[in-house]
């Protein structure tokens, strides 16, 4: 049986950041809305990781809630570092740009949002964030983290 955490069907998104000039997208799971007015969000991000680092240069990123036929990104941007590959032109996916950053064009919504606070989360540090606008792109089912596990991209 898995452990309790890794139990439930956890959205898959993926952060858009280093705005125009230094595009980088990796892939986010903890994630969470934790506040209706203002709308907040947390949203965690591994240590030493490329995106922390632009997040953390510019508090501003782009959320995007990725479609569930979007798995084969994963392996791209959440396997690998933006430290060592160039992510977007590597990504087999159409760009368009929100917000000041590349995103991806066929994600189900994009949710812009810019960190007020920074918590250290142990491997991860943990960022509150306020959404400064959304943009719903399409209808469609939310890529999980249960599709990865069926199609052998997580193993948890």
Not at 57 to 65: A, N
Request: proline content about 4%; charged content about 25%.
């Amino acid at each position: 049986m898995r452990k309790p955490w890794n139990r439930p069907e956890l959205p898959v998104y993926s952060v858009a950041s280093g705005g125009e000039d230094h595009p980088n997208m990796n892939i986010c799971t903890y994630v969470s809305a934790v506040s209706m007015k203002p709308k907040r969000y947390m949203v965690a991000f591994y240590k030493g990781t490329k995106t922390l680092e632009l997040v953390q240069k510019d508090p501003r990123f782009v959320l995007q809630l990725l479609h569930e036929d979007q798995y084969a990104c994963v392996r791209l941007l959440g396997q690998q570092s933006g430290k060592s590959v160039q992510k977007l032109k590597r990504l087999r996916e159409p760009v368009s740009h929100y917000a000041g950053f590349s995103c991806m064009s066929r994600a189900l919504a994009w949710i812009a949002c810019e960190v007020i606070e920074w918590m250290d989360a142990g491997d991860h540090w943990m960022a509150l964030c306020d959404v400064v606008s959304f943009k719903n792109l399409t209808e469609g089912n939310v890529l999980t983290t249960e599709i990865l596990r069926r199609k052998g991209i997580i193993r948890a």
